[in-house]
């Protein structure tokens, strides 16, 4: 079946200007989460949503991070004001909700401020 | 605080060796145990995973890893690699409970030379 999708691949952007990255989660996944793959920090975990329960934002770096899963489906993550420690790849993930879970990766959207 | 470690950052290894690649994590309660994989220009991959039972888990292109709890470790081994194994190797771990974020090692870059 599909996987997670994620769009764009790859953005460019300036710094200081706002970007919107997508996920897709599989069908029927009820959770999904967003991580951050860079140089020097390897993967870390950013938010976490689960039905229509609040989101858990305590990877959030700081308060230029947003992000919100509409339906129950789709999420988007938005950086406000970007600057060049954003640079990495966002990863975007999903499973179902229980104990001994397997979280499916997407193939992540590469961003570069410059 | 919870932590993954990754004794090796890069193992250069000729066909038909033997891998052996470290990890050792720290975090209170039940885990889940993960082992991902990335090739290049590819999206992260689940290799294996250990959520109870057996120690001894198998997974994927023959890769397999032992679970020992006494050592906190989950250390993963093929007993003869092949250049396709050349890729990124990432540890992972997270509480055996729904909805948590998966803790990461630095990766281990495994390079395999023909």
């Known amino acids: 079946g599909a996987g997670v999708s994620q769009s764009p691949s790859n953005k460019v952007t300036e710094k200081g200007k706002d970007v919107e990255l997508r996920c897709d989660p599989i069908?029927?996944?009820?959770?999904l989460y967003w991580y951050r793959q860079s140089l020097g920090q390897g993967l870390e975990f950013l938010i976490y949503?689960?039905?229509?329960?609040?989101?858990?934002k305590s990877g959030l770096p700081s308060d230029r991070f947003s992000a919100e899963r509409t339906g129950g489906s789709v999420s988007t993550l938005t950086i406000q004001r970007t600057q060049q420690e954003d640079s990495a790849v966002y990863l975007c993930?999903?499973?179902?909700?229980?104990?001994?879970?397997?979280?499916?990766f997407g193939p992540g959207t590469r961003l570069l401020v410059l | 605080a919870q932590s993954v470690s990754q004794h090796n950052h890069h193992v250069i290894l000729s066909e038909a060796a033997s891998l052996e690649l470290g990890c050792n994590y720290s975090y209170g309660g039940t885990v889940n145990l993960f082992w991902y994989v990335q090739y290049p220009g590819q999206h992260l991959q689940l290799l294996l995973k250990?959520?109870?039972?057996?120690?001894l888990v198998k997974g994927i292109k023959g890769f397999e890893a032992e679970f020992i709890k006494s050592k906190f470790s989950f250390n993963l081994r093929k007993p003869s690699v092949q250049w396709s194994d050349t890729a990124e190797y990432f540890c992972a771990v997270n509480l055996n409970q729904a909805g948590t974020a998966l803790i990461f090692g630095k990766g281990t870059t495994l390079s395999v030379s023909s």
């Open positions: 250990y959520f109870s039972g057996d120690p």
């Open positions: 069908s029927g996944h009820t959770a």
């Open positions: 949503f689960q039905g229509n329960s609040a989101p858990d």
């Open positions: 993930a999903s499973s179902f909700t229980r104990a001994q879970e397997t979280q499916y």
